[in-house]
């Protein structure tokens, strides 16, 4: 099975950090574009970081830059997400998957048949 399994989530005061990441399983994900999505209760898929397959460059949503950093390692075929400041409005189930990137972050390649998130972990940013 063609999945990501992502981890790291947990539960952060405001302001604190945490570091997610996620390991590609069944595959190698040195070619893809890779984002980082995320999903809060009642909301709408949210693709907020992504890093391209060709040359590294990244990407954020307003909403994250500048607290947020993603990485990639291929050589561990793992994605990962450095999240800091965080805020009350972060909590949400995160993800990766393939992803189209562009300056406002990441788009889902779910619609064109390509769909690798796993289960999600989940963020609680709560005082």
């Known amino acids: 099975q063609y999945q990501f399994v992502e981890s790291g989530g947990g539960s952060v005061q405001p302001g604190g950090s945490l570091r997610l990441s996620c390991v590609a399983s069944g595959f190698t994900l040195d070619y893809y574009a890779i984002g980082w999505f995320r999903q809060a209760p009642g909301k709408e898929l949210e693709g907020i970081s992504c890093?391209?397959?060709?040359?590294?460059?990244?990407y954020y949503a307003d909403s994250v830059k500048g607290r947020f950093t993603i990485s990639r390692d291929n050589a561990k075929n793992t994605v990962s997400l450095e999240m800091h400041s965080l805020k009350f409005e972060d909590t949400a189930v995160y993800y990766c998957d393939a992803a189209m990137c562009h300056p406002g972050g990441a788009t889902s390649t779910e619609n064109i048949g390509l769909r690798l998130r796993g289960q999600g972990t989940q963020v609680n940013v709560s005082a």
């Open positions: 890093v391209s397959g060709s040359d590294g460059s990244t």
